[in-house]
């Protein structure tokens, strides 16, 4: 029986590709990206979110944690998570869902299941599944798993990946996956590394081969960080490197927005605390150098 740990099924997305979808959002990436959405899927292991607001100060959550890893301060708690084992008795023991466990460990059979729920509306708005995260390739046979359970039904599959997974796993399922939606962050090398924790030569080397291949559909997904990626010289190597290829269906922007409150909820370093969402000037002016040389873009997935 294959099993995986994910985070999240989210059931109606829109925003993952095309129609309505069902997107499984998978724990584990080989990146670290400074501004990252869902801080939740870097690690592979469980994360505790803790939401201030909820807390009620009963006290029922220090009183079940086995590590004593809570504290009361300030009328609220306070997590030592160099103690917590994310054994999730505090999260059990809240009644306001304050405390809760971020990442499941679950079998292909069990995310079919509720898949298949959805069937209706992905036939009807030519939807299916996207596998996200995270990074799916870090979970590679479960990924694999679940894209041969979906062709078997005949559901469109998309792949969301930052790209730096082992080439070989990379081309193994090529012939299986309808659309990919490749993040392209960086072309400097030492930039690429200073923001994300890696280096990006992976990723160009597997985009590359995906886009030379030219049997899949592909869609570059840009994050506009302001002062990071958002660069004349960084666009303009992105589009250096996009035009040897010609099937890149599309290009998504996707423009920062600050999620430093989900960092604290997992009590994990916001790196670009400063970092402002770009204007709408900004957005408009980088989507003209992409559309000035041919591309369709869009805002958002």
Known sequence: MVTGKIFDIKKFAVHDGPGIRTTVF???????CSWCHNPEGIDHEEDLFFYRSKCIGCENCLESCPQNAIEMEDESIKINRDLCDLCNEC?????????KIAGEKITAEEVMNEIE????????????????????????????????????KDIHVTVDTCGHVNAEKF?????????????????????????????????????????????NEVIIRFPVIPGVTDSEENIRSILEFLS?????????????????????RLGKEYDINETKTPGRERIERIKEKFEDEGYLVKEGG
């Open 26 to 32: 998978f724990k584990g990436c080989p990146l670290s």
């Open 91 to 99: 999260a059990e023991a809240c009644p306001t869902t304050a405390l």
């Open 117 to 152: 729920k959805s069937t209706i509306y992905h036939d009807t708005s030519n939807g299916g599944v996207t596998l996200s995260g995270g990074e799916p390739f870090q979970q590679f046979e479960f990924m694999k798993e679940l894209i041969d359970r979906c062709k078997e």
């Open 171 to 215: 081309e193994s399922i090529l012939d299986k996956v309808d659309l990919f939606l490749f993040d392209l962050k960086i072309i400097d090398e030492e930039l690429h590394r200073e923001y994300t924790g890696m280096g990006n030569e992976l990723i160009l080397e597997n985009l590359g081969s995906l886009l030379k291949r030219g049997e």
């Open 244 to 264: 040897d290829f010609q099937n890149v269906r599309e290009i998504d922007i996707l423009p920062y927005h600050d999620v430093k409150e989900k960092y604290k």
